[in-house]
Every structure is written in structure tokens, then in C-alpha cells.
């Protein structure tokens, strides 16, 4: 039992160090997601449970603030609607609670953001068809590989561990970053 915290934080730490060799993805992600609000776009968000949180987190910085004293920008999480899901899930399927939603509320000039551990989540992999059909813009945070979603977004980031404790902590980063450049590149 002695030790566990130490090799927790050298296991992120690696984690977190092997992410400086995917900075042009990340720089791409970043380009997107400010162009998207500069353009009048809004930020769609989604995921499943600790992915669902991510997805809610970048959602209320965005509308709220991070760091600086902003304009409120248009993002929302898809998973943040009890309701909306349980009707959904119910009357159609658990496979489509994310991509009914892109259907009816996706504009061509939003960005979707999937946070996915593995890449396999039904839902996440229709939710990332629906807005390729919408001509919705789309990034993949993922782990593990990257699974089925793999080559699925437009743009991707595949933390390489498969524990989704790290895989989580790296998306958490990269959410932060993300939240970061945007509050630094928008001004007005």
C-alpha cells in the first residue's frame, strides 16, 4: 500500500509529457474551436460518465468564464439534459442521444467536441456521423487507441494509455488548454 499517490503522479506525468508530440493537433483543435466562436458558432459538447463530466466542464467555462472576464460563448454539453436523455434513449435508443440532438439543434458553423476513454461508445461514434451529415465540424478526445472512432473527426487527440483514470486527467488538460487559447485569441 505504500507508494500508491508517487506512482499515480509519475504514470500522469508521463502521460501528460507524451502530449507535447501531438501540439499541432492540439493547435489545430484550438484554430477550430476559435474560429467556430468568432464565426457566431456554437460549441456542442458530449460524453459518457467521466467523459460526460469533461464535457459538461468545458461547456460551463465556455458560457461562464476560465480565467478572464469575457463575453459568455455559445457552447452546451449534450449530456447535461436528464430529460432530453431519457426520452431520447426511451423512445428511440441509448445509441442516439447525442446524434438526435446534433440533428435538431447543429448548425454547419458549430464545432462537436467527443470526449470518449475508448472510442467505442455507440453514441459517440453516431454522434460523430450525424455531424459529419450535418456538415458540422467535429474533434475526437480520446484514449486507449482511439476504437472505432479513430479517423472519425476532423480532428483528433488519442492519449496514449489505456487506463481511463490518465486517459481523463490528459482530456482534462487539454480541455483546460483548449479553454485557454480560446480566452486568449477572442477578445471581444
Do not use: W, Y
Amino acid at each position: 500500500m505504500n507508494s500508491v499517490l508517487p506512482k499515480l503522479i509519475a504514470e500522469s506525468c508521463r502521460t501528460f509529457q507524451s502530449l507535447g508530440s501531438q501540439e499541432n493537433a492540439f493547435l489545430k483543435i484550438a484554430s477550430a474551436a476559435v474560429a467556430t466562436l468568432q464565426s457566431g458558432g456554437k460549441i456542442l459538447a458530449c460524453g459518457n460518465g467521466g467523459s460526460a463530466a469533461d464535457a459538461m466542464h468545458l461547456a460551463e467555462e465556455l458560457v461562464g468564464r476560465f480565467k478572464n472576464q469575457r463575453r459568455p460563448f455559445p457552447a452546451m454539453s449534450l449530456n447535461a439534459d436528464g430529460t432530453l436523455l431519457t426520452c431520447i434513449g426511451n423512445d428511440f435508443s441509448f445509441d442516439e442521444v447525442f446524434s438526435r440532438q446534433i440533428e435538431g439543434l447543429a448548425n454547419e458553423n458549430d464545432l462537436l467536441i467527443c470526449f470518449s476513454t475508448s472510442g467505442n461508445s455507440p453514441n459517440i461514434l453516431r454522434a460523430l456521423d450525424a455531424a459529419k451529415k450535418k456538415g458540422v465540424q467535429s474533434v475526437a478526445l480520446l484514449g486507449k487507441g482511439g476504437g472505432q472512432a479513430k479517423g472519425k473527426a476532423d480532428f483528433e487527440m488519442i492519449i496514449p494509455n489505456d487506463d481511463s483514470g490518465r486517459i481523463q486527467e490528459a482530456h482534462t488538460l487539454i480541455l483546460h488548454g483548449l479553454l485557454d487559447m480560446i480566452e486568449q485569441n477572442i477578445t471581444a
